[in-house]
């Protein structure tokens, strides 16, 4: 087999193993706010991907869930009861899962609180929370963890074939075929062609 051929079956892949971690992936969302709380196991559990859903009311349950199943992500109000609960939560779910897919949310009058300690933290995302009559924002959650699945994804995928910055790579073929030199259009990829490009010009 050519290694034109090795790369376009590595390629594909990539975007099997990322749809894979997608459909597998369990989230528990941790928030005291029953409407909010609700809204956000409605949008993951109607979305195509995510394996399954689990919602928790309080940090006691949540603590106890965590050791009793294995979660790939998490949603987190830190607004809980306690000063800094949640995001000691937060801290807990990263350890004991050891990645960072976990988007914290908040009420938008603590937001500038919750980016500071975002930093920290080392969080996927912060989302201010949205209010119980706007469900549609709730999907910017899902497609956010949807999205950090993608990256990191991309990024291990990378580390383990010796290709820093994978996915930054994959979007700049892509952006520079549509756009092209000085926005000239060039022609129409895939991703996967995109992937196979990057790849060509890593190995060949």
């Known amino acids: 087999m050519s290694e034109e051929n090795n790369i376009q079956d590595l390629g594909e892949l990539l975007l099997n193993l990322i749809e894979e971690k997608k459909k597998d992936a369990d989230v528990i969302i941790l ?13 993951f559990s109607r979305n195509q991907y995510f394996n399954g859903v689990k919602s928790v009311l309080s940090l006691k ?32 779910f990263k350890e004991k899962n050891n990645n960072n897919l976990a988007i914290v949310i908040s009420r938008e009058d603590s937001a500038q609180h919750a ?51 994978l996915k930054g790579k994959v979007d700049h073929e892509i952006k520079y075929c549509s756009e092209g030199n000085k926005g000239r259009f060039l022609e129409e990829i895939t991703t996967l062609e995109a992937i196979n490009r990057v790849l060509k010009k890593m190995f060949l």
Not at 76 to 89: K, Y
């Open 31 to 43: 928030d005291d706010n029953e409407e909010v709380n609700k809204i956000l196991n409605e949008a």
């Open 61 to 92: 349950k949540a603590r106890k869930a965590i050791e009793d199943e294995e979660f790939d992500c998490a949603v987190i109000d830190v607004n809980l009861p306690g000063i800094g609960e949640g995001f000691n939560f937060l801290k807990d």
């Open 115 to 165: 980016r500071a300690a975002l930093k920290e933290h080392s969080a996927l995302d912060y989302i201010p929370k949205l209010s119980e009559n706007r469900e549609s924002n709730h999907e910017l959650v899902v497609q956010s963890m949807l999205n950090g699945i993608e990256n990191q994804t991309y990024e291990n995928f990378g580390k383990e074939h010796g290709v820093d910055n």
